[in-house]
Structure formats: C-alpha cells, structure tokens
C-alpha cells in the first residue's frame, strides 16, 4: 500500500512498477550473497534496481553520455558502501537516495542549474483552456505515453523526479521523502503543483489543436 491516492493524478500517467522489489528477507539474503563475493548476485541487484536508477539520472541530469557514466557510479557506489548498509530502510530508498545524492554532485561540479524557471502559468493558459474539456478526453490516443513524457521533462527538476517516484516507481511520500531530503508535506505540495501544471498546458495545448 501507498500513501495518497492515486485516483488524484490519474488524468496523465498511470500508477504502474517497473521493479518489485522483493521482501526484506530475500533483500538480506540478496545482500549476503554479494558480500560473500557472488558476483551474479551483484547483477541481480543491478537488473532489480537499474529501473529506478535511470529514472531518477535521467530526470535530473540533461541529455548526453554523462548519463550511462553516472549510472554506472552509482553501482560503482552501491557496491562500495554495502557493507555499511543495515536495512534502516528499503534497499530502494537506499539506492535512490544514492542515486539523487551522485546527481547533485555531478550538476554543482558542472554548474548546471538545479530548478529549471517554471513556465509562466498565467493568463495564457487560463485564456486559451476551455473548462468543459480536459485531458482525460483529449489524449486518447497512442501518442499519449510519448506526449507525457515530454511534459514531463519539461517540468522543474524537483517536480519531474517526484512525478517519476510516485507514478512510475509507485513510491510513498515517505520513501520520496527520504530520497529527495524533503518533508513529506513538500513531496504532497510539489506532486501536487506538478499536476496542476502538467494539466495546465495540457489542457491549454490540446484545447488549441481542436479549435
């Protein structure tokens, strides 16, 4: 079970895992496994959690090739400090809080801003957006996923990588919370905001393409 409900954000992605983390007693058993040097037990970690990592890097970090390196470091990462691991929390929050922490020291040794500018959401879209129609008419075809994904990226990184936790990794605020350092009121707030304004320049773009 997740905190917050779902048919709140349901007008543009759906709720859906790409990794079922497996229970507590197979994660430490798992864990075991790799610190005995079994090597194929490290890979099976990497394919459980490679899903989550690529979501989180390829969320905060712009398109290029220090996207695979930075990936890779993280495992790199994960390897190293497993020993040091006692299931305080889920390997998930773990590994994600990893992941985000290998983010922001890439961005603030590249000095690339951390926000993005969120889109003026002003008179443009009030004026243009017709409130007897809405997205969950308009986006039924299969463009949708490809159209999603795109409003997504272009969302402040903060909101995209929440976005990303809650509908694509189906995480708690909770678990958000610990990844991303915020209180879990914040994680509500900023999933929120990001609905708002997906759902802003959905309605707004789309409205203007039937007229």
């Keep these: 079970m997740h905190s917050g409900d779902k048919k709140s954000g349901?007008?543009?992605?759906?709720?859906?895992?790409?990794?079922?983390?497996?229970?507590?007693?197979?994660?430490k058993n798992l864990?075991?496994?790799?610190?005995?040097?079994?090597r194929s037990a490290f890979g099976t970690l990497i394919m459980e959690y490679q899903k989550l990592v690529n979501h989180i890097v390829f969320r905060m970090v712009?398109?290029?090739a220090d996207r695979e390196d930075i990936c890779q470091e993280v495992f790199i990462?994960?390897?190293?400090?497993?020993?040091?691991?006692?299931?305080?929390?889920s390997l998930s929050t773990w590994i994600g809080t990893i992941s985000r922490n290998t983010c922001l020291n890439f961005l603030d040794k590249k000095q690339v801003p951390l926000l993005d500018d969120i889109l003026d959401e002003g008179s443009e879209f009030e004026a243009s957006a017709d409130p007897t129609q809405g997205p969950d008419r308009l986006l039924t075809s299969r463009e949708t996923a490809d159209?999603?994904?795109?409003?997504i990226a272009r969302l402040p990184e903060a909101y995209r990588t929440i976005v990303t936790l809650f509908h694509l990794d189906e995480m708690s605020y909770g678990e958000i919370g610990k990844i991303m350092k915020l209180p879990e009121g914040?994680?509500?707030?900023?999933?929120?905001?990001?609905r708002r304004l997906m759902k802003k320049r959905l309605?707004?773009?789309?409205?203007?393409?039937?007229?």
């Design 31 to 38: 864990v075991e496994k790799i610190l005995a040097g079994d």
């Design 62 to 64: 712009p398109a290029g």
């Design 147 to 151: 159209i999603l994904q795109h409003e």
């Design 10 to 27: 349901n007008f543009f992605i759906p709720r859906r895992s790409y990794a079922v983390e497996t229970g507590m007693t197979d994660q």
């Design 77 to 89: 990462k994960v390897y190293r400090n497993l020993p040091r691991f006692r299931f305080d929390s």
């Design 186 to 194: 914040t994680v509500k707030s900023y999933l929120f905001r990001a």
């Design 203 to 211: 309605t707004a773009k789309y409205v203007r393409e039937e007229l």
